[in-house]
């Protein structure tokens, strides 16, 4: 008798092809066996100690989630229903160069005051880790030891390495800062990560020249990983700091992945076919390019990172001095609205687009789910004024949302052959972007189901099989024997996102259930209490 056999489902599994109907069978974790319609005519059905009725659902790897901010919500929150309802059962972290390891005690907080806006300031976790597989080996012990919701890969982040070994000052790197930052790479490499992350309009990761960049991405193209940078720009100059990133990895020899590959803002608005045009022609040359994106047209940072460069050189404290000084804060201003900041990419800000989504200052609350612009007309003061209270009094934590994006650029690039799901879902605020809750099910009901941008076929595979495939994880992303048994359940007639911009936290519709290791941690339509998530290391080259 097996541990559990999935009924009468229509197999979507992962590589992009046909759908098929079959009993698959699990047991110890892993899919022991796949039996179709049609092979199992006139034979003896396979049987099982629990049984799931699968009719009419579609049986799918589960989603993997290759830009998320779960880096500390991952050890804080047991239920996790952000991501576990969506079907995800394994998100890439350490994402756009700022996470919590490599560290020694000075970048650690640091780093903590830098990301509050993206995953809070952790002061009800106990930071007991410095190293990355230190951090890998908390993700295994997870909630009171006991494991996490979903599995979770890393990215080693360039800004909190450079901050270690070169500081938060833009400058270039000394031969011997750069050999340590190389170093640092290569140990986080091999005690498990799967690559390297950069976030280049943060500090202090956007200090770092081209030539430094290459230098690292030769050490993850050594160890069989990739380089996931949050480019230069989405605004002004977006196509060539695209260019700028696949020469880069190209003259490195290592694999590329595209974080959150959007065109964004007025300046761009119809451009993805030149953006798919650079990538097309460099993947006809050879190039390991793949890149991931969400389904929404806002963006989603924290308010600081708008700032230009130079306000947060040295540090959270430093930005936070030069703010408080009258006339260094007239210099951001004139930065921010009028000759544009590369924070703000490029672009002068336009702050009825900026929306407050959330604060750590409990006073702060009624500037939530508010522009920037409308809280100063009711206040009868400039944009500015409230945006610098905002950071002073805030201590640099607020998040936001960025309405500046193009639906028909994100329809264009979601169809690519290279394209992946993300959702660089921020956590954070009382009013987060609902891609954090709905990426997942969005794709498949509004752009699948409601527009048929794509197939459902096509959609699973951007979310499951190519994934895995960049991640290098050779028994994960598809519904095969033999591989773990990290599955999704769905209605395609009626799955769908919940959460929307007025209620960000609802959760999807249509996902009765999903299998963590082949564990259910969501059944029925309810979440478990299985923590049956680890960290999952880079294989090996």
Same mark, same amino acid.
């Given at each position: 008798?097996?541990?559990?056999?999935?009924?009468?489902?229509?197999?979507?599994?992962?590589?992009?092809?046909?759908?098929?109907? %079959?009993?698959?069978?699990?047991?110890?974790?892993?899919?022991?066996?796949?039996v179709?319609?049609?092979?199992?005519?006139?034979?003896?059905?396979?049987?099982?100690?629990?049984?799931?009725?699968?009719?009419?659902?579609?049986?799918?790897?589960?989603?993997? #989630?290759?830009?998320?901010?779960?880096d500390?919500a991952?050890?804080?929150?047991?239920?996790?229903s952000? /991501?576990?309802?969506?079907?995800?059962?394994?998100?890439v972290?350490?994402?756009?160069?700022?996470?919590?390891a490599p560290v020694?005690?000075?970048?650690?907080?640091e780093?903590?005051?830098?990301?509050?806006?993206?995953?809070?300031?952790?002061?009800?976790?106990?930071?007991?880790?410095?190293?990355?597989?230190?951090?890998?080996?908390?993700?295994?012990?997870?909630?009171?030891?006991?494991?996490?919701?979903?599995?979770?890969?890393y990215?080693?982040p360039?800004?909190?390495v450079?901050?270690?070994?070169?500081?938060?000052?833009?400058?270039?790197?000394?031969p011997?800062?750069?050999?340590?930052?190389?170093?640092?790479?290569?140990?986080?490499?091999?005690?498990?990560?799967?690559?390297?992350?950069?976030?280049?309009?943060?500090?202090?990761?956007?200090?770092? /020249?081209?030539?430094?960049?290459?230098?690292l991405?030769?050490?993850?193209?050594? =160890?069989?990983g990739? =380089?996931?940078?949050?480019?230069?720009? =989405?605004?002004v100059?977006?196509?060539?700091?695209?260019?700028?990133?696949?020469?880069?990895?190209?003259?490195?020899?290592?694999?590329?992945?595209?974080?959150?590959?959007?065109?964004?803002?007025?300046?761009?608005?119809?451009?993805?076919?030149?953006?798919?045009?650079?990538?097309d022609?460099?993947l006809?040359a050879?190039?390991?390019?793949?890149?991931?994106?969400?389904?929404y047209?806002?963006?989603?940072?924290t308010?600081?990172?708008v700032?230009?460069?130079?306000?947060s050189?040295?540090?959270p404290?430093?930005?936070?001095?030069?703010?408080?000084?009258?006339?260094?804060?007239?210099?951001?201003?004139?930065?921010l609205?009028?000759?544009g900041?590369?924070?703000?990419?490029?672009?002068p800000?336009?702050w009825?687009?900026?929306?407050?989504s959330?604060?750590?200052?409990?006073?702060?609350?009624? =500037?939530?789910?508010?522009?920037?612009?409308?809280?100063?007309?009711?206040?009868?003061?400039?944009?500015?004024?409230?945006?610098?209270?905002?950071?002073l009094? #805030?201590?640099?934590?607020?998040?936001?949302?960025?309405?500046?994006?193009h639906?028909?650029?994100?329809?264009?690039?979601?169809?690519?052959?290279?394209?992946?799901?993300?959702?660089?879902?921020?956590?954070?605020?009382?009013k987060?972007?609902?891609?954090?809750?709905?990426?997942?099910?969005?794709?498949?009901? !509004?752009?699948?189901?409601?527009?048929?941008?794509?197939?459902?076929?096509?959609?699973?595979?951007?979310?499951?099989?190519?994934?895995?495939?960049?991640?290098?994880?050779?028994?994960?992303?598809?519904?095969?024997?033999?591989?773990?048994? #990290?599955?999704?359940?769905?209605d395609?007639?009626?799955?769908?996102?919940?959460?929307?911009?007025?209620?960000? !936290?609802?959760?999807?519709?249509?996902?009765?259930?999903?299998l963590?290791d082949g564990?259910? %941690?969501?059944?029925?339509?309810?979440?478990?209490?299985v923590?049956a998530?680890?960290?999952?290391?880079?294989?090996?080259v």
């Open positions: 008798m097996e541990d559990l056999v999935i009924r009468d489902a229509d197999v979507v599994d992962g590589t992009g092809g046909p759908s098929y109907r %079959a009993d698959v069978v699990v047991a110890g974790g892993r899919i022991v066996s796949i179709q319609e049609a092979a199992a005519a006139g034979c003896q059905r396979p049987r099982a100690t629990r049984e799931v009725d699968a009719e009419g659902l579609v049986l799918a790897p589960g989603f993997v #989630d290759m830009h998320a901010h779960s500390l991952l050890l804080r929150d047991p239920d996790h952000a /991501k576990v309802a969506q079907g995800v059962t394994l998100e972290i350490g994402q756009d160069g700022l996470s919590y020694d005690d000075r970048t650690l907080g780093v903590r005051r830098a990301i509050a806006g993206w995953n809070g300031h952790g002061d009800d976790l106990d930071f007991d880790w410095r190293s990355v597989g230190e951090y890998l080996d908390r993700l295994d012990r997870g909630v009171d030891g006991q494991g996490i919701a979903v599995n979770a890969a990215l080693i360039q800004g909190t450079r901050a270690l070994a070169v500081g938060w000052e833009d400058r270039e790197a000394t011997a800062e750069l050999d340590r930052m190389r170093r640092l790479v290569a140990e986080g490499l091999e005690e498990g990560a799967v690559g390297l992350s950069s976030g280049l309009t943060y500090t202090p990761g956007m200090y770092a /020249k081209d030539a430094e960049l290459t230098e991405c030769r050490v993850v193209a050594r =160890y069989g990739y =380089y996931c940078p949050h480019h230069r720009s =989405y605004g100059g977006a196509l060539e700091a695209y260019r700028e990133m696949v020469t880069l990895t190209s003259e490195a020899g290592c694999p590329l992945h595209l974080a959150h590959a959007t065109m964004n803002f007025g300046v761009n608005e119809g451009r993805a076919p030149e953006l798919l045009a650079l990538l022609e460099a006809a050879g190039a390991d390019i793949t890149l991931d994106t969400y389904p047209t806002p963006g989603c940072t308010l600081v990172a700032l230009p460069s130079w306000a050189e040295g540090g404290e430093e930005t936070l001095r030069r703010l408080a000084d009258e006339e260094t804060a007239e210099r951001i201003r004139h930065h609205e009028e000759t900041s590369d924070g703000c990419h490029g672009v800000v336009e009825e687009t900026i929306e407050v959330g604060v750590a200052d409990p006073s702060l609350a009624p =500037y939530v789910g508010r522009t920037v612009a409308r809280s100063a007309a009711d206040r009868g003061e400039t944009p500015w004024q409230v945006a610098r209270r905002l950071l009094t #805030d201590r640099l934590a607020p998040t936001i949302l960025q309405h500046v994006g639906e028909e650029n994100v329809r264009t690039i979601m169809r690519h052959r290279v394209h992946t799901g993300g959702s660089d879902g921020i956590l954070q605020g009382a987060p972007h609902p891609r954090a809750y709905g990426t997942f099910p969005h794709y498949l009901g !509004r752009y699948v189901r409601e527009l048929g941008v794509l197939s459902l076929e096509e959609c699973v595979a951007h979310l499951t099989g190519r994934p895995a495939a960049r991640l290098r994880l050779p028994d994960r992303g598809l519904v095969r024997e033999g591989h773990r048994a #990290d599955l999704v359940l769905f395609p007639a009626t799955v769908a996102a919940g959460s929307t911009f007025e209620e960000p !936290r609802a959760l999807p519709t249509g996902i009765p259930y999903v963590v564990r259910f %941690a969501v059944e029925d339509g309810r979440r478990t209490d923590l998530g680890r960290a999952v290391r880079r294989t090996p």
